[in-house]
């Protein structure tokens, strides 16, 4: 069983920085580094949206509502991957989390709030 914890979340305000955490644990060993990986989010009242994801061989793809202010990034010797949230809007709102990509996904984590003030 894979388990997902996200964290870094917070209140900040229009145009300001976040960097969320996500760890994935698992007490058998998986071999973290070849699946991909992604954040998505998920605002009220709305459906859980795609933001980021990142290869095996770190290639990374954004959707065009985050390019030029987030990054994604990941460290495969600690199993965890990153987003690095900048020039945050206030529609950037939502629970954040993480799982991998493809046609199958981890049970997902409970997500990390971020909250961004106008």
């Known amino acids: 069983q894979v388990q997902l914890v996200e964290s870094g979340g917070g209140l900040v305000q229009a145009g300001g920085s976040l960097r969320l955490s996500c760890t994935v644990s698992t007490a058998s060993r998986i071999w973290f580094s070849f699946y991909a990986m992604g954040w998505y989010r998920q605002a009220p009242g709305k459906q859980r949206e795609l933001v980021a994801d990142?290869?095996?061989?770190?290639?990374?793809h954004y959707e065009d509502y985050v390019k030029g202010r987030f990054t994604i990034s990941r460290d495969n010797a600690k199993n965890m991957v990153y987003l690095q949230m900048n020039s945050l809007k206030p529609e950037d709102t939502a629970v954040y989390y993480c799982?991998?990509?493809?046609?199958?996904?981890?049970?997902w984590g409970q997500g990390t709030q971020v909250t961004v003030s106008s």
């Open positions: 799982n991998r990509r493809g046609s199958s996904t981890w049970p």
């Open positions: 990142i290869t095996d061989d770190s290639s990374i």
